[in-house]
């Protein structure tokens, strides 16, 4: 047994296999709530059977025309999000910027996870894809 202590672990979700073993990879800690969060603002509203309430409706807002107004709305769909699904993640801080060269949105998430001490970044791009 390891002598780290571990807090939180799920399966990667890339499925990628540990060598030598061939088990089904795990992330822990920080990179497993990175994970949960990434999958959450990937997930369609009503995508998940039995869970229609979760999921966020950014895909949709990403066809919307881009505005500052509309980032704000991101911000606090993200926020809310992550507030009611993700109950590892405390202290959020949600900061979305809309960039016009590149037709998407910059995402940074800075938050606090349960029992661990430092503060933790989570930054993403999204952009509509065809």
Known sequence: ?????????DID???SALPGTGDVARKYDLN????AIKTLLLTAKG???????????????????????????MEQEIFF?????EPRARDLRVNVNP??????????IFFYVVGLPNPVTYSTFLKRLR
């Open 99 to 108: 960039n016009f060269d590149s037709n998407g949105y910059e995402v940074s």
């Open 47 to 73: 995508e998940r059977k039995f869970q229609y309430q979760l999921g966020s409706p950014l895909y949709e807002m990403l066809f919307e025309p881009m505005d500052f107004i509309l980032a704000n709305r």
């Open 32 to 35: 497993a709530v990175r994970q």
């Open 13 to 15: 979700l890339s499925f």
């Open 1 to 9: 047994m390891s002598d780290i202590l571990r807090i939180y672990k």
């Open 81 to 85: 999000l992550i507030t009611n699904f």
